[in-house]
T-cell receptor, first 110, second 116 residues
Framework: AQRVTQPEKLLSVFKGAPVELKCNYS??????LFWYVQYSRQRLQLLLR??SRESIKGFTADLNKGETSFHLKKPFAQEEDSAMYYC????????????FGKGTHLIIQP | GAGVSQTPSNKVTEKGKYVELRCDPI?????LYWYRQSLGQGPEFLIY????????DSGLPNDRFFAVRPEGSVSTLKIQRTERGDSAVYLC??????????????FGQGTRLTVV
């Protein structure tokens, strides 16, 4: 099964500073990776997926096969970015579903 | 409805009791997933339905946990002889097909289960 590691439980940065949320994966083949976000008192929702190479709310994530990483980045953090962020490949338990990392709690200080 | 709906939003039960948690997926979504999220942890996969059948139930922790989806839409997660360690937020998600490269999972707001 595909697995991800999010080494930081908590990340605190000041508003306007760059943000990088780390995610490393450990499996072979072509990875399919997502970032999900959970804002306070809201449900878990998709932020972005690597296949679409899109930028959502200023966030981007590049798949680095050499480093087996899929770090989430934003050049200038905003207070509304404070949330829990989860890196996830498909493959929870079997061939389908999502296997989530433990999550990183991002706090943006004013 | 507009999104995945889970009821109840909160459930407090006594140790040893039986509970049922309900999930209404987005209409037309064939895939449905149950996850459990303990404090400070990411969601942990429990079971995945494709239509009416459980395609993968390898995440269910033991035989006290069971889930059904008899008509391919609403699903019920059933927990027998609840234990304090079962306390968690139980999340349900659905997707158009099985989660893959271009398939997004839509989550409900969760049911917070507290076993006292």
């Amino acid at each position: 099964a595909q697995r991800v590691t999010q080494p930081e439980k908590l990340l605190s940065v000041f508003k306007g500073a760059p943000v990088e949320l780390k995610c490393n994966y450990s499996y072979s083949g072509s990875p399919e990776l997502f970032w999900y976000v959970q804002y306070s008192r809201q449900r878990l929702q998709l932020l972005l997926r690597h296949i679409s190479r899109e930028s959502i709310k200023g966030f981007t994530a590049d798949l680095n096969k050499g480093e087996t990483s899929f770090h989430l980045k934003k050049p200038f953090a905003q207070e509304e970015d404070s949330a829990m962020y989860y890196c996830a490949p498909p493959g929870g338990g079997g061939a389908d579903g999502l296997t989530f990392g433990k999550g990183t709690h991002l706090i943006i200080q004013p | 409805g507009a999104g995945v709906s889970q009821t109840p939003s909160n459930k407090v039960t006594e140790k040893g009791k039986y509970v049922e948690l309900r999930c209404d997926p987005i209409s037309g979504h064939t895939a449905l997933y149950w996850y459990r999220q303990s404090l400070g942890q990411g969601p942990e996969f429990l079971i995945y339905f494709q239509g009416t059948g459980a395609a993968d139930d390898s995440g269910l922790p033991n035989d006290r946990f069971f889930a059904v989806r008899p008509e391919g839409s609403v699903s019920t997660l059933k927990i027998q002889r609840t234990e304090r360690g079962d306390s968690a937020v139980y999340l349900c998600a659905s997707s158009v097909t099985g989660v893959g490269v271009n398939t997004e999972a839509f989550f409900g707001q969760g049911t917070r289960l507290t076993v006292v």
